[in-house]
DNA sequence: CGCGACGTTGATTTGCCTCAACGATTGTGG
DNA sequence: CCACAATCGTTGAGGCAAATCAACGTCGCG
């Protein structure tokens, strides 16, 4: 028994947080995906390739980003062990945007593709809810982000994505985080000074 | 036939562009509606009060808004001819704000209640799509105004929202539109002055 | 070793906020 | 109908946070 707890995968364990699924179906949910890697630096998804999967990220760290039409990068998350990455909102409609998905650390992942998620769906319907609450999440995040932006200044907003990644501030390059803040590198370089003392 | 153009309802008109619905469908749905009217500068919603409804402007105009934590404005949206307004992000999760929404001019609305919504979603499901695609699109507008707040600075943020609010800015006071753009009163009276060479 | 990537620090500029004053308009009560 | 207050927009002065531009140090890697 605590051997088959041990030999639990990491996004069964995520599943299992969130809904109650029967050994079937997490079988089914298991044969849907396909593993993979991805290099550090290397790219997961570009503009111009149709974004066709939802990625589960088993080890590793990567960060979605995507360039305004002045070039600048603009973070919209990062993603850790145990974090859904895709473009959530592209559901709905394409705003027209060149999004990036790129390995900040050498990373492994589990994917899974437009028409498996919809076998999923069909076959085990629990899912639906699954994904639907991570989807929620995702927009009550966006929407938390959008407050935060207007109400706090920047060294608020610093410490607040510290806390709401953890330790991250050890993992990921300080510039990765000014473009997430929307801050230049050099600002983001003075607040962290100023924690220090 | 020309008559019956003319004394179709202005919620009738906004909803067949979206979707297909009969007539005894269309009856049903305004049998669930009430009317009513604010005056200019009173409240159709105030924080304690939980919010039932979701209302459309037949006439007038309206402002919703949040007091963050400082004890300052944002407006998330003005309610103009043809708009939907309400609460819809709180459909997920009711995020702790203290949410307003108040009259700019005398108004007046049609309003449906949560109970009169379901029955109106089981009897008649076409409706379920149009709800879909107005929520879908307020989540779509919350997007562009976050990327717009990244990528642009306030002149060209004020001029896209005259864009996409018809002769907004004579209808409503300055420092609405202020409250809105997250910007002072005074700066964008600023801006406003500096269009006018 | 030499190069590139990254973080830090300084100097300067810029956009916006805040505070304050003032004019124009509107609403209200005597 | 007038006097007064309240509301709103405009303009100026001062200050601050962050952007920009630039220089420099450090680290890791081919």
Known sequence: ????????????????????????????FQ????ELTVKAKKYLVKPGIQLKHCYFVNKGCLKAYYLDKK???????????????????AFYHNLDIKLYIEAIEDSTLLAINQENLEILFTKAPAFERYFRILLTNAFIGQRKRVFSSL??????????????YPNIENRVQNYHIANYLGVSAESLSRIRSSLKC
Request: glycine share 2%.
């Open 31 to 34: 044969s849907l995906l396909t």
């Open 151 to 164: 109400e706090k200044n920047t060294k608020e907003r610093y410490l607040e994505f510290c806390a709401s």
């Open 71 to 89: 070039g600048n990068k603009h973070v919209i998350q990062f993603a850790i062990e145990n974090w859904w990455v895709s473009d959530f909102e």
């Open 1 to 28: 028994m605590v051997i088959i707890e041990f030999m639990k995968s990491p996004v069964e364990t995520h599943i299992k947080k969130y809904i109650s699924v029967t050994e079937s179906e997490i079988n089914l």
